[in-house]
């Protein structure tokens, strides 16, 4: 039996692409350095159509031996962006992009998007980068403010790792309410929406945890640690290792469609971050060439040969 996995790019959507030079027009592009190589550009204003979820994301993010691992702007899905956070329900407000999962209709073309806007730096250096956010409905009401951090550190001569903390904070007179197509109503899984990585492959990638593997074995799972790998466009095998489940998340990951792994705030019911109260999240991908089986995954999730103990 086959499986509605998402809605796909219409014509309508690849219509709304936007030129790549447009785009690096109207955007601040601060890099991130692993020991002076260049392992990600920090995409933090982006001039997209609305419909498309704007927000800061990382693309293109490499491995240290070049081969690129995000996919954005995809003619399948256009409103991937690399690495990023994102929701498609918060508060009724779609800050993923795309059309939105009505309950008993399905995917709908609304007038309900978004946008995860940068307010200003607070920590600006070659191995990471910190700064202010503001999540806001279409009518440019606050739904959420952020503090978010990224930095990059070594590990070994082929792997480095990506730190994501983020803190979201809701309005001191309302609660927040974090939905995603599934808990609004549709089958099959869908209940992304979170931290997302788009990666991108040569052919199907692998996925695994410590005791299982294949999309349909980890997808919902609340597995430790979750690795992709694949290969890239040039030919380059790499690994992704993910870790930061927090209370209530679960993994979203798709191979088959599109090589996408999240960490998803609500996968089977709503999230909610209460008045004036803060969500905090980490989340720790490890980016390596090569194909790394699960006894070096979990190596790399526990810091064992770790290059640089004192980084974080």
């Known amino acids: ?112 998007h978004g946008v995860i806007a940068h307010t200003g730096w607070t920590e600006r250096a070659a191995d990471r980068l910190a700064h202010r956010l503001r999540w806001r409905d279409r009518h440019g009401s606050v739904l959420l403010t952020e503090q978010r951090r990224l930095a990059a550190s070594a590990v070994a001569p082929d792997v480095w790792r990506l730190d994501v903390d983020s803190a979201l904070t809701a309005p001191p007179d309302r609660e927040v309410r974090l939905g995603s197509p599934a808990t609004n109503g549709r089958p099959g899984g869908a209940g992304y929406g979170g931290f997302f990585w788009r990666a991108l492959a040569d052919g199907e990638p692998t996925v695994f945890t410590a005791d299982a593997a294949g999309e349909g074995a980890v997808n919902g799972s609340a597995a430790p640690w979750l690795a992709l790998t694949g290969v890239g466009p040039g030919g380059g095998a790499y690994t992704l290792v993910f870790d930061g489940l927090g209370p209530g998340d679960r993994w979203f990951v798709r191979t088959a469609m599109y090589p996408g792994v999240c960490v998803a705030f609500a996968f089977d019911v709503p999230a909610v971050v209460p008045a004036g109260a803060t969500r905090q999240g980490r989340y720790r991908v490890w980016v390596a060439d090569g194909r790394v089986d699960r006894d070096r995954c979990a190596a790399l999730v526990s810091g064992v040969g770790r290059r640089s103990p004192g980084r974080t």
Do not use: C, F, I, K
């Open 1 to 112: 039996m086959s499986v509605d996995r998402g809605p796909a790019a219409t014509g309508r959507d690849a219509a709304a692409l936007p030129d790549p030079a447009q785009v690096a027009a109207h955007t601040q592009e601060p890099a991130l350095l692993v020991d002076g190589t260049e392992v990600a550009r920090y995409v933090v204003d982006p001039a997209l159509d609305p419909r498309h979820g704007p927000r800061p994301y990382l693309h293109p993010v490499r491995t240290l031996g070049g081969t690129v691992v995000t996919d954005a702007l995809p003619a399948d899905h256009v409103w991937h962006l690399g690495a990023s956070l994102a929701v498609q329900d918060v508060n009724g407000a779609n800050l993923w992009g795309g059309r939105t999962y009505v309950r008993d209709v399905g995917y709908t073309w609304r007038d309900d």
